[in-house]
């Protein structure tokens, strides 16, 4: 199995550019999540979905974070437009089962926003 | 809101030391989480435990429910174990993940 796969896995832009991350879930996965990570705030839950659809988005921190899953196999987490406080490390991890599952994290992308 | 508080935040040892990390939350959780995030970065779930006790090598990972406590034991720690432990925890009724601050460990050869 390959794991959770996110692209890229480094990412510089410039403020107001658009930003679009990756993810892949390990097969079979039905819930995935994705994470932010800085050194003030430490690890953060951005967004979770099961079965496809969004179930707390309570985490995403304003209007310029919207994140899809399409389908089963795939997801993004889009930032438009990006600002230098945007600037962390984004995981994205899958788990199966509907409670208290071992979460699989990704490599994560490290985003810079200049 | 659960609040989770991990200790200590930077913990050294020698190589061989016997290694605790706490962890605190202050609702009840489905589960609680330890993870383990490599000086590269990678995140590595080390347990997912609900009640007692799991062992996996030299880790150790317990919990009391009724204290909101759990502890991250190291037996014979080497320096390859160096890295941020982050403990978290679920709460009823979803999935979503509330993280401590994480204990920096390093072992020194």
Not at chain 1, 39 to 61: A, K, Q, T
Not at chain 2, 14 to 19: A, L, M, R, T
């Amino acid at each position: 199995d390959a794991g959770v796969i996110q692209s890229p896995r480094h990412e510089v832009t410039e403020m107001g550019q658009e930003v679009t991350l990756r993810c892949k879930p390990i097969s079979g996965h039905n819930s995935l999540f994705w994470y932010r990570q800085t050194m003030m705030r430490g690890l953060e839950l951005l967004i979770y979905f099961n079965n496809n659809v969004p179930i707390d988005d309570s985490g995403m921190p304003e209007d310029r974070f919207s994140a899809k899953m399409p389908n089963a196999s795939f997801s993004t987490l889009k930032i438009q437009p990006s600002e230098p406080r945007d600037s962390a490390v984004y995981f994205c991890a899958s788990s199966y089962g509907v409670l208290q599952e071992t979460q699989y994290f990704g490599p994560g992308t490290r985003l810079l926003v200049l | 809101k659960n609040e989770v508080e991990q200790s200590p935040q930077n913990l050294t040892a020698q190589e061989g030391e016997f290694i605790t990390i706490n962890c605190s939350y202050s609702v009840g959780i489905s589960a609680l989480h330890w993870l383990q995030q490599h000086p590269g970065g990678g995140i590595v779930s080390l347990f997912m435990l609900s009640s007692g006790k799991k062992k996996h090598g030299r880790l150790i990972a317990t919990i009391n429910i009724q204290e909101k406590h759990s502890s991250l034991h190291i037996t014979a720690s080497h320096p390859r174990d160096s890295a941020v432990y982050i403990c978290a925890v679920t709460n009823f009724g979803n999935e979503k993940l509330t993280f401590g601050t994480g204990t920096r460990l390093t072992i020194i050869p």
